[in-house]
């Protein structure tokens, strides 16, 4: 999709949905010093893939760890060190993915060096890299008002919410998600809740979480203009 | 909205079934066609039975077939799906020969069909070689792969495989179970069917009538393991965890599983667990037969913690059954139960009948984690594992694997 879509000639927002399916890349890591060389090597859409794939995936433990890395060398390398400085990683600090690969690289190799071991896992606790395809698709759903969103936000799927806050980054020239990138095209008008959806954080939480707290904001900043 | 789809809608929320029929406009009048061994009996079928009428009524022109096989070839494909599930067997040239004649007669029934089909799905290995004897294929062809393949004894596979990798695509559970293949390899959790006699809800009347007909005390706590006669579940650690929590808090034990009688590891498995069990009044070993959805149904119902405490699994969809019926689950760490038991959250992993007695004695004491748990893992399924679920990752499959193998798909 080109940005132009999604906030259309007439600073309309389109509303898409997604569906994410995994892929086996047949790459496995069984310890640390096999995460690496499987890093330098693995499409960077898996690497997109383990930092993201997470919200679309079962889960409720380890917030902290929301990273598959993280969470590999917490539960199946059981190394609390690497676990801390790989669940720091920002994706969306990265433009490029191919930065973020290399960081990855970094600190795996940074606590190889510190170890008197290579830290590994059980065979089958091994890290198995995935990737994945999206395919997107339109709701049909079309938003003039930003004050419209307020009604329309509950009801978005969690793909819809994963398309427009989280994929976007990806798409966006600006690394944005759609909303603040829509009502941008408003100019300052909505520069306050442009300001308030970039403080929300979309690591700690699952995607369900996410939209209530995005309705939340929308919610609160329209009762605010209001008064 | 009209049919079965209404039906589901009122499960899992109008918006899921909204997205599905977005989904499936890239596909509106795509003749698919899915071919498996039989109509009935098995999980396969199951699934078959609801998901190609759910897709119709998406608009897809969704067909099933089956393949028609005598003995020596139902004998020959059993050896192969043992086979890969790992057990080391000799295959006779004649079980070789019956596979490749069955497959022949079958391809000339089903060739026009599936020459002209635009996506054909081949379920497991019995039909997996008709792709060789329709050269001129239209469609997408992808091999479904419902086995657990993770460590197949290799010259069994190596034959299979000559025919696995002519496909487009192939399906499987987990990534774990992938082999290398040289095509795209989706990964596709398995689901429960929430409408199926095993999940439906029941009327209280008829659970309190199984509770009567099994000699079930409803005042002391109940756990259940439902599964086959099979040593890979366990039943006899089972019954090891369930006497060490026994001795702390009251306890009583339900083995129920079907399918040992014609079975001979799975009636040996049985005597031992009735030797194990010893008269032990509070273990009640339930051999059901196949039909007795409904039964199953009541047991984990009535359960308070449900256990599928297996040393090897392929993916163990009972535990997505028993946290739909809001029980936390106390598994086996190994397979596609890891996927379904969030630790902590939906229930407990455990390695040993020690850490299950150990989780047993833990949610007896403290009933209210029970509700807790529960709860979560009935909103894990609802999410994850149901029917509607795998309807859409099939919608997504098709339409990812008509476009190419691009990693971003719009329409």
């Not at chain 1, 059980?122 to 997107?136: P, W």
């Not at chain 2, 009948?353 to 150990?358: K, T, Y």
């Not at chain 2, 691009?406 to 329409?411: A, S, V």
Request: aromatic share 8%; proline share 5%; hydrophobic share 40%.
């Amino acid at each position: 999709m080109t940005t132009d879509e999604t906030a259309g000639a007439d600073n309309i927002l389109v509303i898409k949905n997604c569906a994410l399916i995994t892929l086996a890349t047949g790459r496995r890591a069984m310890n640390l010093r096999e995460l690496g060389l499987e890093l330098a090597e693995v499409a960077a859409n898996s690497i997109y893939y383990h930092f993201w794939g997470g919200l679309l995936r079962p889960s409720f433990a380890d917030p902290e760890y929301q990273n598959d890395f993280a969470g590999w060398a917490l539960n199946s390398l059981h190394d609390t060190r690497l676990a801390e400085r790989l669940a720091i990683v920002d994706p969306t600090t990265y433009h490029d993915l191919e930065d973020l690969r290399r960081d990855l690289i970094d600190i795996v190799e940074d606590r190889i060096e510190e170890s008197e071991m290579v830290p590994w896992a059980r065979r089958e606790q091994q890290f198995t890299f995935v990737e994945s395809q999206i395919v997107v698709f339109d709701t049909e759903i079309r938003v003039h008002d930003p004050a419209a969103l307020v009604d329309l936000l509950p009801s978005l799927s969690a793909g819809a919410i994963f398309y427009h806050f989280i994929d976007a980054r990806r798409r966006n020239p600006e690394s944005i998600d759609d909303f603040r990138r829509w009502l941008l095209g408003f100019g300052d008008r909505y520069a306050k809740l442009i300001q308030r959806i970039a403080g929300l954080d979309p690591h700690f939480g699952s995607l369900t979480e996410l939209r209530e707290e995005l309705s939340r904001i929308f919610r609160s900043y329209f009762e605010w203009e209001r008064q | 909205m009209s049919g079965m789809l209404d039906e589901y809608a009122r499960v899992v929320g109008h918006d899921v079934i909204r997205e599905l029929r977005q989904l499936a406009k890239a596909l509106q009048g795509l003749t698919v066609v899915n071919v498996n061994s039989t109509r009935e009996g098995g999980g396969v079928a199951e699934i078959l039975n609801r998901l190609v009428p759910l897709q119709r009524e998406l608009g897809l022109n969704s067909l099933w077939e089956t393949i028609a096989g005598d003995a020596p070839f139902f004998a020959s494909t059993k050896t192969f799906h043992n086979a890969l599930q790992g057990v080391e067997t000799m295959v006779p040239k004649s079980m070789l020969d019956a596979f490749e004649q069955t497959t022949q007669t079958n391809a000339e029934r089903l060739h026009d069909l599936l020459k002209d089909a635009d996506v054909v799905f081949i379920h497991d290995p019995q039909p997996v070689g008709l792709i060789a004897r329709v050269p001129e294929r239209r469609g997408k062809w992808i091999w479904r792969c419902h086995i657990d393949v993770s460590h197949p004894y290799r010259p069994v596979w190596k034959y299979l495989r000559q025919y696995a990798q002519q496909y487009d695509a192939s399906v499987w559970h987990l990534a774990a179970f992938a082999q290398p293949m040289g095509h795209p390899q989706y990964l596709i959790p398995p689901s429960i069917d929430p409408l199926a006699e095993k999940n439906v809800t029941l009327d209280p009347v008829e659970v309190d009538r199984t509770v009567e007909e099994h000699h079930l005390d409803r005042g002391r706590p109940i756990v259940v393991q439902v599964s086959r006669f099979d040593r890979f579940k366990d039943p006899l650690g089972v019954i090891s965890a369930y006497r060490m929590a026994k001795k702390y808090v009251p306890l009583q034990l339900v083995l129920a599983g079907g399918g040992a009688s014609d079975d001979p590891e799975g009636a040996k498995v049985l005597e031992d667990v009735n030797t194990a069990a010893n008269g032990d009044p509070d273990i009640h070993v339930l051999l059901l037969p196949p039909d007795a959805h409904r039964t199953i149904n009541a047991l984990q119902r009535i359960a308070d913690i449900v256990l599928q405490k297996s040393t090897r699994e392929g993916f163990g969809l009972t535990v997505s059954e028993a946290m739909w019926k809001e029980k936390p689950v106390i598994g086996g760490n190994v397979g596609g139960i890891r996927l379904q038991v969030v630790d902590y959250q939906t229930g407990f992993l455990v390695s040993t009948p020690e850490g299950a007695a150990n989780r047993i004695r833990y949610l007896i004491r403290h009933r209210e984690k029970i509700g807790e748990m529960g709860a979560k893992a009935h909103r894990l399924v609802l999410e994850n594992f149901l029917l509607t679920r795998q309807l859409r990752d099939y919608l997504t499959l098709m339409v990812a694997i008509r476009s190419g193998s691009k990693e971003r798909i719009e329409f």
